[in-house]
């Protein structure tokens, strides 16, 4: 997607984001977080499709567990620009540690009226990360006063909850989407900033590239010349 302000696709998006203060387990009476609309994210995929939480309310929980294969069902790939292609499979099972982003469209479930627990104070920060083909930035939620270094150095859990989600692709970068909530896998977190993005800024650093490339440039058109003119180093 080439906007920012562009939604995402619209094919049967339908889903209940993981629900904020909720227990990991719902009670017998309640039930899990039943079926989820999913996107994964990973090097050179992007697929979309379901999977059913079981006995889990939020889709965190769920993913931050599961070992072995994640089984999508209804599972779709998609293309680069986020559209549904023909590639369509009844079932896909989907290794966890290939997948750098987990996305869900729509935004948080409202908390459940019986829902008890603590409350504890919670300050939102912008967090953005490098993987090896996207740049990421959402928001993150730390305790109290935690410092944002700490959490992302922390092991657990593998998956890191976000909100307000942008994906970006490093190789082409007019093609991004967006997510009210996903998850970002610690181990293909590359590079940290807390920030922001600003486009167009990092004046000194921007002259200082384009200075290293121009000279560079100018080696190779020397290099191009003398070998052009029939010279060798043993002439």
Do not use: C
């Amino acid at each position: 997607m080439a906007d920012w302000g562009d939604t995402p696709p619209t094919f049967d998006r339908q889903s209940e984001a993981w629900g904020a203060g909720a227990g990991a387990w719902a009670e017998d009476d309640e039930g899990g977080g039943g079926e989820q609309y999913l996107e994964l994210i990973g090097t050179q995929m992007w697929v979309a499709g379901t999977v059913d939480l079981g006995r889990f309310r939020r889709v965190s929980d769920f993913v931050n567990i599961v070992q072995g294969y994640l089984l999508i069902r209804d599972a779709v790939v998609l293309s680069k620009e986020g559209e549904p292609t023909r590639l369509a499979m009844p079932e896909l099972r989907v290794l966890p540690d290939d997948v750098a982003v987990v996305g869900q469209p729509e935004a948080d479930q409202p908390q459940r009226s019986g829902d008890e627990g603590t409350v504890i104070a919670r300050t939102r920060q912008r967090l953005v990360v490098f993987t090896r083909s996207h740049l990421i930035d959402g928001d993150v939620y730390l305790h109290g006063d935690g410092s944002i270094m700490a959490f992302v150095d922390a092991t657990d859990p593998k998956f890191i909850p976000m909100t307000d989600v942008r994906v970006r692709w490093l190789s082409d970068q007019s093609l991004a989407t967006r997510y009210a909530f996903a998850l970002v896998q610690r181990s293909q977190i590359l590079g940290v900033a807390t920030e922001g993005i600003k486009l167009g800024s990092g004046g000194a650093t921007t002259s200082r590239a384009a200075a290293a490339r121009a000279q560079s440039d100018s080696a190779r058109d020397d290099e191009a010349e003398a070998s052009g003119s029939g010279f060798t180093d043993r002439e």
